[in-house]
T-cell receptor, first 112, second 113 residues
Framework: DAGVIQSPRHEVTEMGQEVTLRCKPISGHDYLFWYRQTMMRGLELLIYFNNNVPIDDSGMPEDRFSAKMPNASFSNLKIQPSEPRDSAVYFC??????????FGSGTRLTVV | QKEVEQNSGPLSVPEGAIASLNCTYSDRGSQSFFWYRQYSGKSPELIMFIYSNGDKEDGRFTAQLNKASQYVSLLIRDSQPSDSATYLCAFLARGTSYGKLTFGQGTILTVHP
C-alpha cells in the first residue's frame, strides 16, 4: 500500500489566493482526518470524516476553511482567501475505526 | 485540566541510557493508547499501541499502561541518537468521538552520543 498520499508537498501562495490541499487515504480506511501543525499550537484537528460524512468540523478556524470528501478515495481542504496566519504544515491521516492513524507526508503551506 | 498531558521537555539522555516518556489522560473512558514518533520536518509515525493494563514490549520499546492511575508511558532502552525526535501520546475514547485520537503536546527527546 502506498500509504496516505498528500499533494502538493509544498505550497507558497500570496495572501488572498485560494489554496487547495489534497489527500488520498489508504484504501479500506473509513476515517479521514485533517490536522494543522504549528510550533505554537502543536497538532490541531480541523475536521474528520467517517465513511465520507463529516463528523466534527469544530476545529475549522473560520469560514475561510472548507473540506469535502466526495468519495472514499479523495478529500480536499480549501482555504479561501488565504492569510499569512494560515501558514503551517497540514496533515491528512486515515484509519480504521479503533486503530491508530496513518499520516500522510503533509503539505507545508506558506502564505506571503 | 488538559485531556492529555505529557512530561515537559525537552528530555536529554546519553546514548545507551533508558529514556522514559510519560503521559496522563483525563478521560476514564479511554480504551486505546498510542505512541507516535515525529522526526523534525516529517509526519508522525505510529510506533506502539496498547489496550490492556500492564506492559507491552516491541524491540527496544516498552509501553506501560495503568488505567486506574490514568497513566501511560513509553520506555526506550539502549537509546540511540536516531531516537532523537518528538514523541506524541494519544488516546482513543469511546462514545460519540469514537475514531478520533486525542493527542498530547509532545515531548522532545534528544539522545546525545
Amino acid at each position: 500500500d502506498a500509504g496516505v498520499i498528500q499533494s502538493p508537498r509544498h505550497e507558497v501562495t500570496e495572501m488572498g489566493q485560494e489554496v487547495t490541499l489534497r489527500c488520498k487515504p489508504i484504501s479500506g480506511h473509513d476515517y479521514l482526518f485533517w490536522y494543522r501543525q504549528t510550533m505554537m499550537r502543536g497538532l490541531e484537528l480541523l475536521i474528520y470524516f467517517n465513511n465520507n460524512v463529516p463528523i466534527d468540523d469544530s476545529g475549522m478556524p473560520e469560514d475561510r476553511f472548507s473540506a469535502k470528501m466526495p468519495n472514499a478515495s479523495f478529500s480536499n481542504l480549501k482555504i479561501q482567501p488565504s492569510e499569512p496566519r494560515d501558514s503551517a504544515v497540514y496533515f491528512c491521516a486515515s484509519s480504521l475505526a479503533g486503530s491508530g492513524y496513518t499520516f500522510g507526508s503533509g503539505t507545508r503551506l506558506t502564505v506571503v | 485540566q488538559k485531556e492529555v498531558e505529557q512530561n515537559s521537555g525537552p528530555l536529554s539522555v546519553p546514548e545507551g541510557a533508558i529514556a522514559s516518556l510519560n503521559c496522563t489522560y483525563s478521560d476514564r473512558g479511554s480504551q486505546s493508547f498510542f505512541w507516535y514518533r515525529q522526526y523534525s520536518g516529517k509526519s508522525p509515525e505510529l510506533i506502539m499501541f496498547i489496550y490492556s493494563n500492564g506492559d507491552k514490549e516491541d524491540g527496544r520499546f516498552t509501553a506501560q499502561l495503568n488505567k486506574a492511575s490514568q497513566y501511560v508511558s513509553l520506555l526506550i532502552r539502549d537509546s540511540q541518537p536516531s531516537d532523537s525526535a518528538t514523541y506524541l501520546c494519544a488516546f482513543l475514547a469511546r462514545g460519540t468521538s469514537y475514531g478520533k485520537l486525542t493527542f498530547g503536546q509532545g515531548t522532545i527527546l534528544t539522545v546525545h552520543p
